[in-house]
C-alpha cells in the first residue's frame, strides 16, 4: 500500500470550529447480533436517526459517513481526474485524519481480516507495522518512509468503518493529540449504511454537500481550463523553437514551367 504523504490535496474547505454533541445509540433492533463496543459510538444511522436533527450541526453529513470536524480543523476533499470525490480527510495542527465506510456482512469480523492484510501489504512497501490495543480493539500503527500512520477500525451491521491518522514521525503514538483527537471523531461518527446490495469491502459513496460541491466542481473546472491553456503554451512554444522562432510557412505546390513564350502548358497549346 502506498501512502500519499502531501496532506494538501485538490482542493480544501475550511470548516467551522465544532462543539461536540453527544447522545446515546437507541436499542439494537430484535433481527441484529448485539455489537461488542464501547459506550458510544461509532453509530449506525439507524440507531440514532431520530436523535441526529438536534445533535448533527457539528457532523459533516458526507452521504455513508457523517463526520465530526475537530476544532480548528479544515476539509482537504481528493478528486479524481473527472472531478468525483473520491476521499474526505480532516486537517488539523497535528496531521491528518480520514475516515471511511466500507459494505461488510452482517457478522462481526472484517476488521481483523482488513487489518491483517493491510499489516502484509504495508510491511511488503517497506513500514515497520505493530499491532496496539484501543478502545474497539487491535489498531495498526505504521512507520512508513513519509509518514507515520494508524488505522483503527469498527465493525458494525453491515458495515465497517476506518478511520486513518497521518502525521509526521512520533505523532500517532499512543497518547499523541492526534490519536486523541482520532478516537474522538470515530467514536462521534454515524454511518449510514444504505439498503442496496454491495460487494464486500466496497466502501460506501461519498456525497458531498451541495454547497461544498459546486465549489469544488468550479475550481476542477478552472483548474482544467488552466491545464489545457498551459499545454496550449507549451505546444505553441515547442512549434515556435523548431521554426527558429518564426511561425511555420506552408511550402507552396509546384508551378508550371514558364519560357518567354508563355508556360511550357501554352506553348504546347499553341504547336
Given amino acids: 500500500m502506498a501512502y500519499r504523504d502531501e496532506y494538501a490535496d485538490d482542493a480544501a474547505y475550511a470548516a467551522p470550529e465544532y462543539e461536540q454533541p453527544a447522545f446515546e445509540p437507541a436499542a439494537e433492533r430484535a433481527d441484529e447480533p448485539v455489537r461488542d463496543r464501547p459506550s458510544g459510538g461509532p453509530y449506525d444511522y439507524e440507531d440514532v436517526a431520530h436523535l441526529l436533527e438536534d445533535a448533527d450541526e457539528g457532523r459533516l453529513d458526507l452521504g455513508s459517513v457523517l463526520v465530526p470536524v475537530p476544532p480548528g480543523g479544515q476539509l482537504q476533499v481528493e478528486m479524481t481526474p473527472d472531478g468525483t470525490p473520491q476521499a474526505v480527510h480532516l486537517a488539523t495542527q497535528y496531521g491528518r485524519l480520514t475516515v471511511a465506510a466500507y459494505a461488510a456482512p452482517k457478522s462481526p469480523g472484517q476488521w481483523r481480516t482488513v487489518a491483517t492484510d493491510l499489516a502484509e501489504s ?28 494508524r488505522f483503527i477500525g469498527v465493525d458494525g451491521y453491515r458495515w465497517m468503518v476506518r478511520l486513518v491518522a497521518a502525521g509526521p514521525s512520533g505523532a500517532v503514538d499512543d497518547g499523541q493529540p492526534l490519536v486523541e483527537a482520532a478516537r474522538a471523531v470515530l467514536g462521534e461518527t454515524v454511518v449510514r449504511r444504505g439498503d442496496e446490495p454491495l460487494p464486500v469491502r466496497e466502501p460506501l459513496p461519498v456525497v458531498l454537500p451541495q454547497e461544498l460541491a459546486q465549489q469544488l466542481l468550479a475550481a476542477h473546472q478552472q483548474q482544467v481550463a488552466a491545464q489545457q491553456e498551459a499545454a496550449a503554451a507549451q505546444t505553441a512554444a515547442a512549434q515556435a523553437a523548431a521554426t527558429g522562432g518564426f511561425p511555420a510557412v506552408s511550402p507552396e505546390p509546384p508551378q508550371p514551367r514558364r519560357g518567354s513564350e508563355g508556360s511550357a502548358m501554352q506553348q504546347l497549346g499553341r504547336g
Avoid at 132 to 140: H, S
Fill in 122 to 149: 504495508l510491511r511488503a512497501d517497506g513500514a515497520r507495522v505493530s499491532v496496539q490495543d484501543g478502545p474497539w480493539g487491535r489498531e495498526l500503527h505504521a512507520v512508513t518512509e513519509g509518514a507515520d500512520l
